[in-house]
């Protein structure tokens, strides 16, 4: 057994490295002066207090999150029932409906989105609307896919248990399978929810430019302002805003399930 | 086995443009000339011509590691953070960030014989007055690309940037992303100088800018201006002149127009970074980019003016492969051109007002 657990260091190095480590790093630089090197390390809270001071950077993180929130609301709207009737599916076809949701993920993101740019160049409607469509179109795989899993998990004999109990198909639907779904719902909403808010090259490209998500305002910043201190509190603020997201999110999940347990 | 990792090895050397079988290669051994065999250059993507690093490591029986970089701050704070290049290829403003940061050494003049081909337009310019840090590689200007179909000239040429603020054209124009070069255009268009301090200058520049996006709702972009313009997306854009090059040998309906108000005059040089590994060979290398023939590759393959007067020459003169196209050669000795300077307070400034015209 001793042995076994041995074989955890390299992840455990692996994750210092890779995942605490730029962690760390984007801390530090949030709480120091811009150009100096680390010998000479000057903490301050002036990236802070520079995003709080002028309303547009909490109006841009505010509209990011909006802007997230929504795309994962309709991702569930247009997810949930694509997700159910592909497990509704009989076995060949339903192989055929996934590898449909999943075979655009074979190409680039990037490259997807450019094209969406094309499609959409000529059609007279908002930046905003091109910005949702980008959005649903390339996170909405992830939300069918968590619930198309935990549907297909799902024990069938409890859907023939209710209806022997007399529940009519609304009844089962609300009170069997969309509970015992839910946790895939919550994983969905947390693979929507993350890259959306923090997307910027799909608000970038088919949003015109003056489109400005948080994403949008780190990456400029960081690459053509130079900024990474300012950046870094940015992310850092956002890191913090998205965790206390997720805590309820989960909050949520569990009391769901305590309910559906009485 | 051994047969595989060097047939990988192999592969790996074409990857990084180093030639595999030594087939011209000279005798040289360039560890007893330049005491090293590997020059790390780091420049801007898509900025170098297709046979020009290759060659240099035939010549020289080296090996060149090539990076790129998107923005001038990038590179900056890649080598902040400690990584060593011999060979740089920074914006003007930068490149005097970089002297005034003590992060460069003087060039090896006597190494550089070339510096003599460097065009007058380009040498001497205010970042680096007597090129002693620096050989410029590009250079050009910002300027307007029109579709002449769908654009009155006589607007363009009355109106200069403020066309940017004409209404007739709302919904048709892209401006580029960056809050210097936009800031450039409002500075300018009002009359300033485009490196001003003053608060009011600022505070009136930043209003242009909003009236800009009110009037004509413009699109925000950066190299997606290229593709945008050849395929006639839009019927004004501002660019630089390289890239209006491009889109002038690739769509017949688009003009150029130099505003008459002034435009930021800017060139990309070479530089050798303080600690650099490869001084001895970065000087070599800067000598050979500078000759007619790389110099050629170079302008030939990206589309930007050449720093070498002869290539500046044969490629606009009669025949030549930016010959009747305006946008080729760069404006010289116009007195309302400006370089950018190098002010890091403006730059934050600059940078928050330009979020704001963005989200208004």
Known sequence: MKSFARMLYPYLIWIAIMILAPMLLIILYAFTKQGNSVLTLQFTLENFARFFSDSIFPNVLWRSLKIALITTVICILLGYPAAYFIAKLEGNRKSIMVLLITLPMWINMLVRTYAWRGILLNFPVSSEFKVFVGMVYNFIPFMILQIYTSLTKMDQSLLTAAEDLGANKVQTFLRVTLPLSMPGVISGITLVFLPAVSSFFIPKLLGGGDYVLVGNLIENYFISTGDWNFGSAISLIMAVIIMISMFITKKVDYENKGETRA | ?360
């Open chain 2, 1 to 360: 086995m051994k047969n595989w990792i060097k047939l990988g090895l192999c592969g790996l050397m074409v990857v990084s443009l180093s030639g595999c079988g030594g087939s011209g290669k000279s005798d040289v051994d360039p560890q007893e000339v330049y005491g090293c065999s590997t020059l790390n250059v780091y420049n801007w993507g898509e900025y170098v011509g297709e046979n020009v690093l290759s060659n240099f490591e035939k010549q020289y029986n080296v090996k060149i590691n090539y990076s790129m970089f998107a923005s001038n701050e990038e590179m900056y704070t890649k080598l902040l953070g400690g990584s060593q290049y011999d060979v740089l290829v920074p914006s003007d403003y930068m490149i005097e960030r970089m002297i005034d940061e003590n992060m460069l050494q003087p060039l090896d003049k006597s190494m550089i014989p070339n510096l003599a081909n460097l065009a007058d337009g380009v040498k001497g310019l205010s970042y680096d007055p007597d090129n002693t840090y620096s050989a410029p590689y590009f250079w050009g200007m910002v300027g307007i690309v029109y579709n002449k179909n769908n654009v009155d000239p006589a607007d363009v040429e009355s109106q200069g940037f403020d066309v940017l603020r004409n209404e007739k054209y709302k919904g048709h124009v892209f401006v580029y992303d960056s809050e210097r070069d936009s800031f450039m255009m409002a500075f300018k268009a009002l009359g300033y100088s485009m490196n001003t301090e003053n608060e009011d200058e600022i505070q009136e520049a930043y209003q242009w800018l909003l009236d800009m996006d009110k009037k004509v709702d413009p699109s925000y972009v950066t190299d997606e201006v290229i593709d945008g313009m050849v395929t006639g997306e839009k019927d004004i854009a501002v660019v630089y002149s390289g890239d209006a090059a491009y889109i002038l040998s690739e769509n017949e309906d688009m003009a150029y127009w130099l505003p008459e108000e002034g435009t930021n005059l800017w060139s990309d040089a070479m530089v050798i970074p303080a600690n650099a590994k490869c001084p001895k060979l970065a000087n070599e290398f800067i000598n050979y980019i500078l000759t007619d023939d790389a110099s050629y590759d170079n302008s030939s393959t990206v589309g930007y003016a050449s720093s070498n007067k002869n290539v500046l020459e044969e490629m606009s003169a009669p025949g030549g492969e930016y010959d009747g196209n305006p946008a080729y050669l760069p404006r010289v000795g116009y007195a309302k051109d400006e370089v950018f300077k190098h002010n890091e307070v403006l730059k934050k400034i600059l940078a928050d007002l330009w979020i704001k015209v963005k989200n208004s």
